[in-house]
């Protein structure tokens, strides 16, 4: 061998390491004549000197690609073992190629020059300590790496130009298939086609993955597998939302060829090792893109539409999606002071208000201003029935036929599932009559499978039945022809749930600002339609919803005068005795009362009759604690009359004195009587009033 003489015995006395390396698994599996080769380093080694004993195989990198060091452990081993100075030489088929990267190769030629050690292969010894040996290596090191670089280069070039041609073949998603000609095609199989089709239209229905997934429950959609003992064959399973964005998000079902939608991106991560991920591309990013490619199963301004659906569905980026609650135009109201978004605060019932976010926030700004929901919902939802006028009926009998379609569907799945059925059935059935009766094995299997074909129909049979016997009766075409050109009333009726108003309300217009206003009383609304116009509109803002100042002072007077004796029901009955209305101009009730009372201070009369204490004044006089006297209340000890929410203690004499005599007894109560009380006495559970009283009463 070339350059046998720059072995010493001071190498050999060291290990001999051989370095084996093939990239892939199908490069170790198909190449082994190399593998062969690479393990016949170690009898290289014994010939040139080593004692077997020193040699080692390092074949951990096997299957492993070489451009980075940063997953190939046996390529981390051989450099900690180099730098130990625990080796005399490294063998490998060729030095150069140890390591694929450049920066990899140069650490273990700098390490080897410092540690003395010897790089073998093929060609001959390498001492790098040595210039020329060195510089031979720097060559061969850089030679390779540009051969690698153009090998790949020639090969991408060739991808790519296929790639613009449309004819670079890539896996096909579930319901396109190639033809015999490799032509791209629908699926032949109706089943597939109408899983697929069906993803489509109930997203359209739906408005959401998710609601596409609601509407598979029970349904199983087809999966491609790719390589593995399944490779090719049509698996059906659940669909997850995952699997409906993958299709979604799938240009080939709009007909467009597409080559560079992900890219694989280089990281370090903390410990310095490269990570590897893949990352979907912007679409205006594409390398290849190729409309009307092949036939889809939606259009490629539908594809657009569903990508611009999903983006407003995605919340993690700031979208504003339709929720449940009534305020109509959650999610698209702007604040026109600051500038933000605002909120819809709901406050129990019906009553809600619109909120500027930034008030939350501490960044108010002074124009910024909430506004009662239902006054500035009303005003909007006229705006927009009256714009839908001419439009009215088409967009009523598109969403009919929508609904009629989304019905023959549910239907035609099941009965497509029950022809498949029927098929294996008939298919395992024709297995079974052709074999011989005397090979009794092979009937009794074939017998099982019939069977389980048989019950495989019966099934489906079933689910058609079902899927038959759930869905509603439709409204003919003419009723909803009819309902649609009345809309205030179909926009109103109760059927019509707060997100169908909010989605037809999206479909027109794009956002609603309130825009500032110096009259307070009034609310400047501004409105951006879809088509590109925008319009203000001016509504009075609804006055507080009660009758704080604005009650017409006779009646506030005698509510005055009177309240701090009489009830809430008396004054009432007075009021409108004598014809009193409140500042909204409507009878009175206890809920106007109360608000007087609340605006002008007006206490409750107090239902503590003549001869009777309150709690609180029973437990003053006691000396003890509110809750000892509702513990004697509760457990029937003390006398009380309810009064609403209060309690009302008949008080003489008599009562007093038993009240002083149980707080006497009480171990509790009185420390006094527990210190002069026999310690094995078992205490009477009803005078522990801190069982059961508020805690801490004394
Ligand atoms: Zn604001």
């Not at 060729?94 to 990267?101: F, I, K, M, N, P």
């Not at 089943?191 to 199983?220: H, M």
């Not at 008396?570 to 009362?593: E, H, S």
Request: aromatic share 6%; hydrophobic share 40%.
């Amino acid at each position: 061998m070339n350059g046998e003489h720059k072995i010493t015995s001071g190498h050999r006395g060291r290990a001999a390491l051989v370095y084996l390396r093939q990239s892939t698994l199908v490069q170790v599996r198909e190449h082994t004549e190399s593998t062969m080769r690479q393990y016949a380093l170690a009898d290289v080694a014994v010939r040139l000197g080593w004692a077997p004993g020193d040699v080692e195989v390092i074949d951990r990198d096997l299957g492993l690609s070489g451009t980075s060091a940063a997953h190939r452990a046996g390529f981390r081993e051989l450099m900690s073992r180099v730098c130990l100075g625990e080796v005399g030489a490294v063998l490998g088929l060729e030095v150069s190629r140890l390591a694929r990267s450049n920066a990899d190769l140069a650490r273990l030629a700098e390490m080897a020059r410092l540690t003395g050690t010897l790089l073998i292969d093929s060609d001959g010894v390498y001492d790098l300590s040595d210039f020329n040996d060195w510089l031979v290596l720097g060559l061969k090191s850089t030679m390779s790496q540009a051969e690698l670089h153009i090998m790949a280069g020639r090969l991408q070039a060739a991808k790519l130009a296929a790639a613009e041609r449309g004819d670079l073949r890539a896996p096909l998603p579930v319901g396109l298939v190639y033809d015999d000609e490799g032509e791209v095609a629908v699926d032949p199989d109706a089943e597939v086609q109408a899983a697929v089709a069906d993803v489509f239209a109930c997203f359209a229905a739906a408005g959401s993955a998710y609601g596409v997934v609601a509407a598979f429950a029970g349904r199983k959609f087809p999966q491609r597998a790719y390589g593995g003992a399944w490779a090719g064959q049509l698996r059906w399973g659940p669909l997850t939302h995952h699997r409906v964005l993958q299709v979604l998000k799938n240009p080939a079902y709009a007909g467009a060829y597409v080559h560079g939608r992900h890219v694989t991106r280089k990281r370090v991560d903390a410990d310095g090792n490269v990570r590897t991920s893949t990352a979907e591309v912007p679409r205006a990013e594409w390398k290849v893109l190729i409309k009307d490619h092949h036939p889809g199963y939606v259009t490629w301004e539908e594809y657009l539409a569903v990508e611009a659906r999903l983006q407003a569905n995605w919340t993690a980026s700031g979208a504003r999606t339709v929720r449940e609650g009534s305020a109509l135009c959650q999610g698209i109201i702007y604040c026109g002071s600051c500038g933000g978004p605002m909120v819809a605060n709901y406050q129990g019932g019906d009553r809600a208000n619109y909120e500027c976010h930034s008030r939350r926030d501490g960044k108010k700004a002074p124009g910024c201003r909430g506004i009662a929901t239902a006054a500035l919902d009303d005003a909007v939802a006229r705006v927009l029935l009256d714009a839908l006028t001419p439009e009215q009926v088409a967009l009523a009998l598109a969403a009919a036929d929508q609904v009629a379609g989304q019905h023959q569907r549910a239907s035609r799945a099941a009965e497509l599932a029950v022809e498949r059925a029927r098929y294996d059935a008939d298919r395992a059935e024709r297995a079974f009559s052709q074999v011989e009766p005397e090979n009794r094995l092979v009937a009794r299997t074939l017998e099982a499978r019939w069977e389980a074909r048989l019950a495989t129909l019966a099934e489906a049979e079933q689910a058609l039945e079902s899927a038959a016997a759930a869905l509603p009766p439709l409204p003919d075409r003419d009723t909803i022809a009819r309902a649609a050109t009345d809309l205030p009333a179909l926009w109103h009726a109760p059927t019509t749930t707060a997100r169908d108003r909010k989605r037809l309300l999206r479909t027109l217009i794009a956002d609603v600002t309130l825009m500032p206003e110096p009259d307070r009383a009034k609310a400047r609304i501004g409105i951006r339609w879809h088509a590109g116009t925008a319009g203000q509109l001016i509504i009075d803002r609804p006055g507080p919803s009660g009758i704080p100042a604005a009650t017409p002072s006779p009646a506030a007077d005698l509510v005055r005068r009177l309240g701090p004796a009489t009830g809430n029901d008396d004054l009432v009955a007075i009021l409108n005795q004598r014809g009193y209305l409140t500042g909204a101009g409507r009878p009175f009730d206890v809920k106007a009362v109360q608000w007087v009372r609340r605006v002008y201070g007006v206490p409750v009369p107090s239902p503590v009759a003549a001869g009777e204490v309150s709690v609180k004044d029973a437990a003053a006089m006691l000396g003890c604690s509110a809750g000892v006297v509702y513990y004697w209340i509760e457990a029937g000890q003390l006398e009380a009359r309810r009064h609403g929410n209060r309690l009302c203690i008949p008080w003489t004499q008599d009562v007093e004195a038993a009240c002083r005599d149980r707080i006497a007894a009480s171990g509790h109560l009185n420390p006094e009587a527990r210190r002069t009380r026999p310690r094995k006495t078992p205490r009477c559970p009803a005078e522990e009033p801190q069982m059961s009283a508020a805690p801490g009463s004394i």
